[in-house]
């Protein structure tokens, strides 16, 4: 693997892994190197010169594209956008109940890029799409194997989203041709939503009146309140993950760490799913005040935010806590259980980090 050294690496088949958080909050737009990778099957070698995407459904002209006519027919967008997994922070879930059968994310399953490639609306455009279309549906090339059976990896999100100016399907990364891992030779890329909807090694784009009956719309990356149980859940009233919640995670200083000095800079990034971060709050007393971080990088709904804060820690054992909110008032719940489910998805809690601080 060709990714930076330190990688946790969660599984090798398929391959899960994540950059270490430090090293992640380095880089504003992540590169390839840091940048986390999230598979449910092998990733497919596709040739990009017999390579079509394939525009079907609900559509006046069913269409088959290659790589050439999306280079030659179709204006180049870029878009910067974080991708975040749902199962992102999974880990610290753990301490309510176990998640068991998910990757065990850190806080790393995050990156930004910059994503260039064909509006996903211009493609509509050309194609026509049909009154009676409401929800549009990606299909990735893996073979993804769920109970004995091939179900193939794929998604789907609302008409209105896929004609917004912001979904793109890629074929560049930060520039360069897009890798294998992340979705060679073409990828949708949905910002503001879950990982998920973006889908890699895109072949299929269908029209269609309902959700995606894929396994991993219909099924999976479905959201249950803390009571429900995989065994007995009736898993159609779990809510089909679209936008990202508000979150945020303090990559310095790292958890169990001895600090010689009380004066400490804590950093991190913040998000929230097509909203802007507004402010990150920051508490040293077990959330009973909060002092403001500074933001320093990044106002678009679309992106992270960078913020870092300057704290004086007492000499002993110390916990940092930190909470964002965005633009819509949206603040992360206090307690890991009032978020904690069984597959483990969109852990918000706020965040905590404890350190030891040397007497000086
Ligand atoms: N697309 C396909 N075809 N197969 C996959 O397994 N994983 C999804 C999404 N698209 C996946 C996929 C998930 S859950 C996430 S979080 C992102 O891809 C991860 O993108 P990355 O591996 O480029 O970081």
């Not at 525009?55 to 030659?72: I, P």
């Not at 008409?159 to 360069?176: H, P, Q, R, T, W």
Request: aromatic letters at 8%; glycine letters at 8%.
């Amino acid at each position: 693997m060709d990714k930076d050294p330190h990688f946790i690496i969660h599984s090798t088949n398929p391959l899960n892994a994540e950059p270490e958080p430090d090293k992640l909050r380095e880089n504003f737009i992540t590169p390839y190197k840091e940048f986390y990778i999230r598979n449910h099957g092998d990733i497919p070698e596709i040739d990009e010169n017999i390579f079509r995407l394939q525009v079907n459904g609900l559509v006046e002209r069913e269409m088959e594209l290659s790589m050439k006519d999306l280079l030659e027919d179709f204006s180049k967008h870029s878009v910067m956008a974080t991708l975040q997994c749902a199962g992102n922070r999974r880990t610290e879930l753990l301490q309510v109940a176990p998640v068991p059968g998910e990757v065990p994310w850190h806080d790393s399953a995050i990156g930004n890029a910059v994503w260039t490639g064909v509006r996903l609306r211009d493609i509509l455009i050309h194609s026509g799409v049909k009154n009676e279309a409401r929800y549009i549906e990606f299909m990735g090339a893996d073979e993804v194997f769920r109970h004995g059976e091939n179900v193939g990896f794929g998604a789907s999100i609302q008409i209105e989203k896929g004609l917004s100016d912001e979904v793109i399907l890629a074929y560049e990364m930060n520039d360069s041709p897009l890798e294998p891992t992340h979705g060679f030779p073409l990828r949708a890329v949905v910002p503001g939503y879950i990982g998920a909807r973006s889908v890699k090694w895109l072949t299929r784009i269908t029209l269609l009146k309902e959700p995606s009956k894929n396994y991993f719309q219909d099924h999976a990356y479905r959201l249950f309140p803390p009571e429900a149980k995989a065994e007995t859940v009736d898993w159609n009233t779990g809510i089909q993950l679209s936008e990202l919640n508000v979150n945020c995670v303090i990559t310095a200083p790292k958890n169990d760490s001895i600090i010689n000095n009380g004066a400490v800079t804590a950093e991190g990034w913040a998000i929230s799913g097509g909203k802007k971060i507004i402010r990150v709050e920051i508490s040293i007393d077990n959330g009973v005040s909060w002092s403001n971080a500074k933001i320093t990088d990044g106002d678009n709904p679309m992106t992270w935010s960078f913020w870092e804060a300057k704290l004086a820690l007492p000499s002993g054992e110390s916990e940092i806590i930190a909470r964002a909110i965005d633009s819509e008032m949206n603040i992360q719940p206090a307690e890991l259980r009032e978020v904690w489910n069984f597959k483990g998805y969109m852990n918000n809690g706020w965040h905590r980090v404890k350190v030891g601080v040397k007497e000086s």
